[in-house]
């Protein structure tokens, strides 16, 4: 079965300094692998994905993903933290069926506090 | 760009009520997925559908049931509520597809009491 891990449920960095939101995946064939953050009381917001192709994928307010295959990882990160980036990000996995796409399968989720 | 479109955003239901949440997906897209959040809790899937049918089931109680629409709105129904079903519900869609992004709505907020 496809499943992500987020190992930290909380980051705290200090603003300016490089955020690392970390993410393992355990799937079975190639990974299709997306980055979400939700804000207070707000919906799921799309930052970035890995589908194929370069490891490094950009995406959404200067985030950024690495694909390690041989680590089975998609850390997000991002070079210079802002306050506003605080808040609730996830890691999913696309549960792929018969490459037609399927449900996103979560990992826990990380808190990021991003610090004056 | 349209977006997905939740409503009501905020409903307070007692205890063995019924409640019935509405989806629009983005114009054009032909899967609906419905998840449910908890307090400090990750997403959990429900159910979706593809082209009016549904594709897939997850923990979605036997009290829950839901359908997609000929104009591909759908809407979760919810009888017998339960404190525990006290919580954040999410619509999303996509083009068919593993590797399109599914976007996700701004959610409706359930508080049973």
């Known amino acids: 079965a496809q499943s992500v891990a987020q190992p930290e449920d909380q980051v705290n960095v200090a603003e300016g300094n490089p955020l690392t939101v970390k993410c393992t995946y355990s799937?079975?064939?190639?990974?299709?692998l997306f980055w979400y953050v939700q804000y207070p009381n707000r919906g799921l917001q799309f930052l970035l994905k890995?589908?194929?192709?370069?490891?490094l994928v950009k995406g959404s307010y200067g985030f950024e993903a690495e694909f390690n295959k041989s680590q089975t990882s998609f850390h997000l990160k991002k070079p210079s933290a802002l306050v506003s980036d605080s808040a609730l990000y996830f890691c999913?996995?696309?549960?792929?069926?018969?490459?037609?796409?399927?449900?996103?399968?979560f990992g826990q989720g990380t808190e990021l506090s991003v610090k004056p | 760009a349209a977006g997905v479109i939740q409503s009501p955003r905020h409903l307070i239901k007692e205890k063995r009520e019924t409640a019935t949440l509405k989806c629009y997906p983005i114009?054009?897209?032909?899967?609906v997925y419905w998840y449910q959040q908890g307090p400090g809790q990750d997403p959990q899937f429900l159910i979706s559908?593809?082209?009016?049918?549904?594709?897939d089931k997850g923990s979605i109680p036997d009290r829950f049931s839901a359908q997609q629409f000929s104009d591909y709105h759908s809407e979760l129904n919810m009888s017998s509520l339960e404190l525990g079903d006290s919580a954040l519900y999410f619509c999303?869609?996509?083009?068919?597809?593993?590797?399109?992004?599914?976007?996700f709505g701004e959610g409706s907020w359930l508080t049973v009491v």
């Open positions: 999303a869609s996509t083009f068919l597809g593993a590797g399109n992004t599914i976007y």
């Open positions: 799937v079975s064939g190639n990974p299709y």
């Open positions: 890995y589908i194929t192709g370069d490891n």
């Open positions: 999913a996995v696309r549960d792929k069926q018969d490459n037609q796409g399927g449900k996103l399968i």
């Open positions: 114009p054009r897209h032909d899967t």
């Open positions: 559908f593809y082209e009016k049918m549904q594709s």
